[in-house]
């Protein structure tokens, strides 16, 4: 008997033995994808991990349903990877394949019904319902589901399926369906009989009286002498600025010959210049120090200040690897930078550059997938955010993860939980290849690591082409409202240098890190705040849409009128997001173009370009923005970085809220004076004499590092302690409590380690779900993998507990 040995993508953490024929036993490889029978009618495609012949004894095997691909997609590297992956991070196995790959490869059964063949039918038995289900299968031979609710105009249509299928005139036919498509382009070329000299004349001659097509042709030997290319119907018509009809009528006569291509989604051979950069002395110390620091360790930290040109110096590293065949994977926090950053190596590598990222089409993805497999020159360079990990690499040389100290390399739902920076480092450990961390401002953990020489260590500490940095002020708003020298949310100093940046037609970015119109809408009467019926948050007030959003579940109403407590009409908003900055600036200055980025904004697939292009082509003034303008955008126009409030970072109810301030407001500094003009920063805060406002007004980066180091130290975080976080779910407040009240009493007693809770969080209900959290601090002389068994069994033994059994677990492995 032969076996197969799969993960199905369930949040299972067990793989499943599976039967299959000798003949199957032999062509199966590790990697290849399986449709395998689960539960009572489901198919899922499971992923083939080993092939043996042991028969499983707690259950017998069922047969494999069909092997899906000819090639194994999926490398053992990456197998292993997703194994440590799962076994790091406390999840299943199953959450890290189904995370991994590419919805498109991950066929589930869709319920397809079709009628029953032989079977004679008497229209009249049927009711007006089942009538129309079998008129339409009398036109196509079978329906899904989703077919047949819109046919009926119904959500639920399994009562008359069922009356059906027990009359014995449907029966149910579980089928998986190929999601991904090849893009095929339409080309079109002379007909043989024309394609030579004398045959243009023979053409002009031909349709001497029809002078559309006459044009068409004209315009296609134009096209044809200009670049040897195949010809695109879509190119054709637009050079020749008719119509398709008219060409289709020439296709008909059969002087032109339709073909078609299959073509790559994204492509950017267009991109190419050539292009030769030259390195400043700083840029080419670091460059060399680098190379050296990789000959003794695996991974470098690059720490260098903004605008520094740390792109520079991993186009030339990138370059290195590429000359010798390797593949070079390029992470970074946020999609907004791609975008950016893809401009940049394209017009340097050309086509060699691959795409990967959740605003990508499946089709897109799968086409990534596929020429990473196979080590096409396409892919040469993959630039992604965190999900591009996952891709099945052949022959990695070299990671880039850049802006490394950003939290969302951090993924926290659902699962898998990894850390794409510190996974980035095993994947890279088992292709031997070297890890690049570029910073201005790492994280306390890393660059503890670089000091300590478990990472080598590079600092540029000058801009690029000796820039200065930005000079940066600070606003006291307590003395400004004070003396009412407040317009709005802007300080009369801000306002001034703003005026004059405006007035030399240089563009400004103002930093507030909350989306919306305001945070908080108050009655004035009786202090009622309207709030999430399903989370314990107020409502965000969103002015344009008029109407209050809860940005935890997306519940929203209109904006009321009147107080629903006491019904007071005198309500008013407190707090401000970007919406209210945005409008505020249209006030103030009417005749300046505004823009605004933040989650509202950047929804579509090319949300993100279309914002940063205008800005980057000086359509845009002023651009208002939450965090994602803090990452590495490059804009050589901008003089002027306003922060609005620094303090509401400052004062977050996390360990890490000052280090996080400190990286925020350098970053978004940064953005300012890049090119020969020195920039100006103007921080408004309550607190100016706080010690993290005044790190980042003196660039003292090493002054924060040492204070929030020796605070980790006496408070038991990292990089001295390893964080382990459960979170706890349940619908019923007192259910909950007592569960979680079990769970740190057994975890109290069986680990001899700090055990903190269990907490409420700052939000304690989301989705009409109640919270309950326990944090657990492994010191570093622990060992790891013994406290994460013993925590993981004491999490099996409290699944165990029937009373508990309903309450959801998370586990989050280094939270932060």
């Known amino acids: 008997m032969y076996f197969v040995e799969v993960i199905l993508p369930l949040s299972l953490s067990k793989t499943f033995t599976y039967r299959v024929s000798e003949a199957e036993y032999n062509y199966i490889k590790k990697g290849m994808r399986i449709a395998v029978p689960f539960g009572k009618t489901k198919i899922y495609t499971a992923l083939a991990i ?54 498109a490869f991950l066929l589930e059964t869709e319920t397809v019904i079709s009628k029953k063949h032989d079977v004679f039918v008497l229209e009249t038995d049927l009711s007006d319902e089942e009538f129309l289900v079998y008129d339409a299968l009398l036109q196509q031979s079978s329906l899904k589901i989703q077919d047949i609710s819109s046919i009926l105009n119904k959500r639920n249509v399994f009562p008359i399926i069922q009356k059906m299928i027990d009359k014995n005139i449907l029966v149910l036919d579980e089928e998986i369906i190929e999601e991904y498509k090849p893009k095929l382009v339409k080309y079109i070329r002379l007909s043989s009989e024309y394609d030579s000299n ?221 850390h794409a920076r510190d996974s980035a480092i095993v994947l890279a450990n088992s292709h031997q290849s070297k890890v690049l961390l570029g910073s201005a401002t790492p994280s306390l953990e890393t660059y503890f690591n670089a000091t300590n020489d478990k990472f080598g260590l590079v600092e540029i500490t000058e801009r690029f082409g000796n820039v200065m940095m930005p000079e940066i002020e600070l606003v006291d708003l307590k003395d400004k409202y004070f003396r009412k020298k407040m317009k709005g949310h802007f300080s009369d100093t801000l306002l001034e240098q703003m005026a004059e940046a405006l007035s030399l037609g240089e563009q400004i970015i103002l930093f507030q890190n909350r989306r919306g119109y305001s945070p908080v809408l108050e009655c004035l009467t009786c202090g009622h705040v309207p709030e999430c019926p399903q989370c314990d948050v107020s409502l965000t007030y969103h002015k344009n849409k008029n109407q209050l959003r809860c940005h935890y579940c997306g519940y929203s109403m209109a904006k009321p009128t009147n107080c629903h407590q006491c019904s007071s009409v005198d309500l008013t908003t407190k707090g401000f997001g970007t919406e209210q900055i945005e409008m505020e600036i249209k006030e103030l200055f009417p005749e300046k173009k505004v823009g605004r980025m933040d989650q509202d904004t950047t929804r579509g697939k090319y949300g993100y370009e279309k914002i940063i292009d205008s800005f980057k082509n000086r359509e ?42 400190f990286q925020m407001m350098t970053q978004v500094s940064g953005r300012a004076g890049r090119s020969q003009k020195r920039g100006k920063v103007i921080i408004q805060t309550y607190n100016p004499n706080h010690n993290t406002i005044q790190q980042v007004t003196n660039n003292d980066y090493i002054g924060m590092y040492k204070e929030q180091l020796y605070d980790r130290h006496i408070f038991k975080y990292p990089p001295y302690y390893r964080l382990v976080k459960v979170t706890m779910k349940h619908r019923d407040f007192d259910k909950l409590k007592e569960g979680a009240l079990w769970l740190y009493k057994v975890m109290n007693q069986h680990l001899d380690i700090p055990v903190l809770g269990p907490e409420e969080p700052v939000i304690s209900r989301i ?42 677990v998370a586990v989050n492995v280094d939270f932060y």
Not at 75 to 92: K, L, N, P, R, V
Not at 624 to 648: E, H, P, R, W, Y
């Open 620 to 661: 845009i003034d002023v651009l208002v923005g939450t965090q994602m303008l803090a990452k590495g955008l490059d804009f050589d126009n901008v003089s002027l970085v306003g922060i609005m409030n620094a303090d509401n970072m400052l004062y977050h109810p996390d360990f890490r809220a000052f280090e996080r301030s």
């Open 198 to 418: 004398e045959g243009l004349a023979l053409l002009l001659e031909l349709l001497k009286n029809a002078k559309k097509q006459k044009d068409i042709v004209l315009s296609f030997f134009q096209l044809k002498a200009l670049d040897k290319k195949p010809i695109a119907v879509k190119q054709l018509i637009e050079k020749s600025e008719t119509s398709s009809s008219i060409l289709k009528a020439l296709v008909d006569k059969n002087i032109f010959e339709e073909y078609h291509i299959q073509e790559d989604r994204v492509s950017f051979d267009q991109n190419i210049k050539e292009k030769y950069l030259q390195l400043s002395v700083a840029q080419q110390n670091a460059f060399d120090g680098i190379k050296t620091s990789f000959q003794e360790k695996e991974v470098c930290l690059l720490h260098g200040v903004t605008s520094s040109g740390k792109t520079e110096i991993y186009i030339k590293l990138i370059e290195d690897y590429i000359k010798e065949g390797k593949q070079v994977l390029y992470l970074l926090p946020e999609i907004a930078l791609t975008t950016q950053l893809v401009g940049r190596l394209t017009a340097y590598f050309g086509n060699q550059v691959a795409v990967f990222h959740s605003k990508y089409s499946n089709n897109e993805r799968v086409e990534v997938w596929k020429q990473v497999l196979e080590n096409s020159p396409k892919a040469k360079i993959v630039i992604g955010a965190r999900s591009s990990l996952f891709l099945p690499f052949q022959d990695l040389g070299l990671v880039i993860i850049d802006e490394e100290h950003e939290q969302t390399f951090k993924q926290h739902d659902p699962a898998p939980r990894y």
């Open 50 to 103: 080993g092939l043996h012949q042991d028969e499983p004894t707690l259950y017998e095997a069922k047969e494999i349903h069909q092997i899906l691909d000819e090639m194994p997609i999926v490398t053992e590297i990456q197998i292993t990877h997703w194994q440590w992956i799962a076994s790091y991070y406390m999840c299943a196995i199953g959450d890290v394949y189904r995370g991994a790959m590419p919805s």
């Open 767 to 808: 989705r009409n779900e109640y919270i309950r959290t326990i944090l657990i601090k492994i010191p570093t002389n622990k060992p790891l993998g013994s406290t994460k068994k013993t925590i993981q069994k004491i999490l099996n033994s409290f699944e165990a507990v029937p009373q508990y059994r309903p309450i959801k």
